[in-house]
């Protein structure tokens, strides 16, 4: 019966890492991107001003990941624009959300259900991404294990970790936070997720590559669906993290749970966009949007 | 009589395509280009206190298209590095410009009649830099459609889409705007170009290379040539523009010529430098570069 | 004996220039580099709040000579990461300078002749970057001299050229100066080393690389020793300087000395990094990192 069941696990595993995530999941990611980048105040305002700017700040959100990759091992950082039809649906997405009469599409798309499902499909997109980033550094480095940490670390964190020049393209110029200094909870899970699948590709984690990627979608939706329902940005990892820092490097402890995540952002207005950018509350994003219309 | 037409145009294309840039040409480009670095505030100071950044401005002023199609397709930034000849002759250039005595020889480049001649031998490089880029694109990526346009929207701005980080190594910083945002006539024509000779490169437009290069170089010669005579910064563009933005992204329409261009300039002050890149009206251009002298 | 004398030198210096960096001068510009690191204001902080954003600070540190020169050459910027016994080695280093119960190991460290000691270490390992980084252009260019002069001059310098972008990685946002308009020492001395050793590599220069190597490491060593002993930040450069620029560029020469070096500095505050990256006074330093503490 055991044996029957770790069976089925791995079966199971195998052919969901087998799933093709075209045009599903990337439908859904885009989706999912170029709302968090409406969210972003000014972003309406500057997608009637200047459409090319807004267009490009949109494929940074969808592809930043692909292209920071490309750069951190040395390819031409527009590589992954050789898929059209890729750049095309993000297009679509990008135009459907910005410029749909309406605003209908907006209003499809955020409703929390919708969203709730979107967000799900997002994560087994991002958790595939960390694994390939693994996978592909492993090939080009073969004992570097900190490039492998590195890549898959930007694949699974995209946008977020270049927000600072991302934001810049729009205008909006914040030197004093970044998502380095301010780990949001995708960010962080993107580090750890790095460290686990280089771990599984160096043969240091006895499991197969394709029940490392299944259990940790199923923790990654888990969380954001989660978050995104409650409307929460607390991090499941905050509780270890503030002992491991407290023990590691000083970091001190009183309230560290808020002190080490919110602490380090005290002196940024509540609404700084590297830790809002995938935490805001709804009411306050649907709020922003709305006035930006 | 018609065809014997056709085939002189023909003819005439193709050995206008066949020409040789250098020296001549290159010359003009690379005169026109750190003349508008001169003309920008602060630059002569900046060339006075430390020659090396102000070489390098004008090294980006030059060579910037060549570093970021480089940067575009993974190869190394300092590629065009290697033809010594032309890094010399860029480099007088931009010593005659900012330290020949009595300021000689700014002052014959600057004379009218002869910078509508070098602006013209200019467009003329611009528009060859524009199709090269997108044909070294169409090798490197014979489906990337968006891979195209981009290499030659960047080979035909130049300095100009990273003007915020030349601006940088001069000290200053303004990330309220960018050439993104608010695009100068150079640099739209330059992705319109770039958009004719991607449809052309993948055989949509049934015409030569040739014919296009020497129609879009007529075209950029016209526009720029009587804008600069004229110190204007309209753009022959704007009214389809306007209608066109009006109808795809919802920009607002009345008054619209100035709106779409200069409305998303209102907050800048007039002289801000993304606009004004190339398009500053002589006289203030005139009044600047000698305050600062 | 003359020959004797030169023969000697001779072996000397190709005994010299075969030695192994590993471990023990790289430790030391490890120490060195991060001790700088320490210095600068803020850095403390950042460590205990985020100590991801500390140990990247870190690494450009000790590894941006080596991620730029793989930029400029079009290489992955990662490159160097697969030496997973230097990034240990750098990491153990910023983990006891940073964390180190009582601060022991800084105290260690930054005490004057220790520091002596390591300063001399980090001028020979800089020295050989200059010299692998114009050979390794070289190599891929070979006729590209300003080419190899760039790559040196990077190798050189390390993260002070790239200073902005590190401050903003701790939230500090400085843009009205940078390394390239205020020069410090050892930037100056890369730039002048690098065109040295492109001479050399391209036989303008009678004198084995081996023999270069020696004598600048030398130079280096005495200058940089002496500098850090009487916290001075006056560089042996600035009285030719003054004069090469005056004839040169213009600029002006009463009270050269000061002005070309401290006079672009004039409307920064007197404790900006670029200035003051390797040059502050040891006291001030000191006070600031207790204060830090």
Same mark, same amino acid.
């Given at each position: ?132 980033? *693994? ?18 670390? *930007? ?8 927000? /600072? ?37 160096? /043969? ?90």
């Amino acid at each position: 019966m055991d044996v029957l069941g770790a069976l089925n696990l791995g079966d199971i595993a195998q052919t969901f890492s087998k799933m093709g995530m075209f045009p599903v999941f990337d439908l859904a990611y885009y989706i999912v991107s170029i709302l968090y980048l409406k969210y972003e105040p000014g972003s309406v305002e500057v997608s009637r001003r200047s459409p090319v700017a807004s267009w490009l700040c949109a494929m940074l959100y969808c592809f930043g990941s692909y292209i920071m990759a490309d750069v951190m091992l040395g390819s031409s950082p527009l590589d992954y624009f050789q898929h059209n039809s890729h750049i095309l649906l993000a297009s679509a997405v990008w135009y459907l959300l910005f410029y749909c009469p309406l605003n209908l599409f907006y209003k499809c798309v955020a409703f929390l259900p919708v969203k709730l499902v979107l967000v799900a499909l997002k994560e087994v997109v991002r958790t595939r991404k960390i694994a390939a980033g *693994v996978h592909h550094a492993f090939h080009a480095y073969h004992h570097g294990f900190f490039i492998m940490i590195i890549v898959g670390y *930007v694949k699974g964190s995209g946008v977020a970790l270049i927000s /600072n020049f991302e934001q810049l393209l729009r205008g909006v110029w914040r030197p004093e936070t970044n998502e380095i200094m301010n780990m949001s909870f995708p960010t962080k899970a993107s580090l750890y997720g790095a460290i686990l699948f280089t771990l599984q590709e160096t /043969n240091w984690i006895p499991m197969a590559k394709s029940t490392l990627i299944l259990l940790f979608t199923l923790f990654m939706i888990t969380c954001k669906v989660v978050m995104t329902a409650r409307h929460s940005h607390g991090s499941p990892f905050s509780l270890i993290e503030s002992w491991v820092c407290h023990l590691l490097f000083g970091s001190p402890l009183g309230g560290a749970v808020e002190d080490h995540h919110g602490g380090a952002a005290a002196p940024v207005s509540p609404s700084s966009p590297a830790k809002s950018k995938e935490e805001l509350s709804e009411g306050t994003r649907k709020r922003k949007a709305k006035k930006a219309e």
